[in-house]
């Protein structure tokens, strides 16, 4: 099953409806919340002319969308997601995981795993090659980076420090934003040969999902 792919404002209205109906503390709730930050803010950017390619961005914004929502049907379904996404919905109740874990796995799912396949979709939907999209790629970089702070000085207690640190320093942002674009240009050389793309499209979302359980490892209780 694959979420249809909605426009833009269609995605946040989604996003804005699964926020009232996800319990707090969930940890899937957590991720939407940032993740409604971030759709709204490339929404806002998108009619302010910060893209050299509104149309294409759109475009991009709805397909990678579509793969989150993907993962929350299937749940909801009582089918598991793909394994990149398994992590942070298995372990959605977990007692002892911080919230900014939480956010953290849904993004490590959804910027190195969604975040190629939906850029190599765009691609082919509007005919456009990766380095045409590249340089509006970086400047949404700035857009992530500036929802991530705001996630972190939001959620992260003052001062940071014992195993919430050890196991935040899994991750960043910058380097999962880079190794994505990385494994868009390897699957871009790999669209001719369907069966090897398959399978490094699979093995990318299961070492991504282990990731993400990596950054969901409970705390000890203080």
Wanted: hydrophobic fraction near 50%.
């Amino acid at each position: 099953m694959t979420a249809p792919v909605l426009t833009v404002d269609q995605v946040v209205d989604r996003m804005t409806q699964l926020a009232a109906e996800l319990p707090p503390g969930d940890g899937v709730a957590v991720f939407n919340a940032m993740y409604l930050t971030v759709t709204r803010l490339v929404r806002d950017h998108l009619a302010a002319a910060y893209f050299d390619d509104p149309a294409a961005m759109a475009e991009l914004d709805a397909v990678f969308a579509a793969r989150y929502l993907t993962a929350v049907d299937e749940d909801r379904a009582g089918r598991r997601p793909d394994a990149c996404w398994r992590p942070l919905f298995e372990l959605r109740a977990a007692p002892d995981v911080h919230p900014l874990q939480f956010a953290l796995a849904g993004m490590n799912a959804h910027i190195e795993n969604d975040l190629p396949l939906a850029v190599l979709d765009t691609c082919r939907r509007t005919g456009r090659t990766p380095d045409r999209l590249h340089a509006d790629y970086l400047r949404v970089n700035a857009l992530l980076a500036l929802v991530e702070a705001q996630v972190r000085e939001s959620l992260l207690p003052v001062p940071l420090g014992g195993p919430l640190l050890h196991v935040l320093s899994v991750w960043s942002i910058d380097r999962a934003r880079d190794a994505a674009w990385a494994s868009v240009l390897a699957l871009w050389e790999l669209r001719r040969l369907p069966p090897a793309r398959d399978l490094v499209a699979d093995a990318l979302s299961g070492s991504v999902g282990m990731v993400s359980r990596a950054l969901l490892t409970p705390l000890s209780p203080n």
